[in-house]
T-cell receptor, first 115, second 112 residues
Framework: GAGVSQSPSNKVTEKGKDVELRCDPISGHTALYWYRQSLGQGLEFLIYFQGNSAPDKSGLPSDRFSAERTGGSVSTLTIQRTQQEDSAVYLC?????????????FGPGTRLTVT | SQQGEEDPQALSIQEGENATMNCSYKTSINNLQWYRQNSGRGLVHLILIRSNEREKHSGRLRVTLDTSKKSSSLLITASRAADTASYFCATRDTGANSKLTFGKGITLSVRP
């Protein structure tokens, strides 16, 4: 079946502009995660959605970052007034119930470059 | 803060040799997982070991978990050039939140 998809695959934007990154999780997966990975680094957790529960936003680095998940499926990560340090690969992952399984399925990522 | 810390940071071996990668963590966990990443894009789940398990096998992969030492190892036997990638360990803590915490990764190069 279809895996996690993300769009766009690459995004180049000017400093100060807003960007929206999209994630389509695997159908039926109740949990959705956003991560950020800077060049040569590990994954930095950003935000986690689980069903109808309030999202865990503890990883968002600043109030310029926000995310929503509509209808329990598609998610959009928005970065306002982008800065050069926001340049990174943004990865989305989803996981099926039961939540306790913990295995995550990743999308190919969106490479964001802020000039 | 980083939970999983992999060791070594980089590993270079000859095709056919075994590759051993280690991961240490700090808190109590529900499970530990290993992922592989090619070319800095999406990660692929390799294997999951639960806190009550000590060893698990999947094909050429063998993972061990020592909860008393808070450490895990991933062994890839008979390595191939195609195994060249970055490998990450990730831990899921014992709380209700299923958030995974990833290490910084190990870069494995397998020379043909």
């Amino acid at each position: 079946g279809a895996g996690v998809s993300q769009s766009p695959s690459n995004k180049v934007t000017e400093k100060g502009k807003d960007v929206e990154l999209r994630c389509d999780p695997i159908s039926g997966h109740t949990a959705l995660y956003w991560y950020r990975q800077s060049l040569g680094q590990g994954l930095e957790f950003l935000i986690y959605f689980q069903g109808n529960s309030a999202p865990d936003k503890s990883g968002l680095p600043s109030d310029r970052f926000s995310a929503e998940r509509t209808g329990g499926s598609v998610s959009t990560l928005t970065i306002q007034r982008t800065q050069q340090e926001d340049s990174a690969v943004y990865l989305c992952a989803s996981s099926p119930p039961p939540v306790a399984s913990g295995e995550q399925y990743f999308g190919p990522g969106t490479r964001l470059t802020v000039t | 803060s980083q939970q999983g810390e992999e060791d070594p940071q980089a590993l270079s071996i000859q095709e056919g040799e075994n590759a051993t990668m280690n991961c240490s963590y700090k808190t109590s966990i529900n499970n530990l997982q290993w992922y592989r990443q090619n070319s800095g894009r999406g990660l692929v789940h390799l294997i999951l070991i639960r806190s009550n398990e000590r060893e698990k096998h999947s094909g050429r992969l063998r993972v061990t978990l020592d909860t008393s030492k808070k450490s895990s190892s991933l062994l890839i036997t008979a390595s191939r050039a195609a195994d060249t990638a970055s490998y990450f360990c990730a831990t899921r803590d014992t709380g209700a939140n299923s958030k995974l915490t990833f290490g910084k990764g190990i870069t494995l190069s397998v020379r043909p």
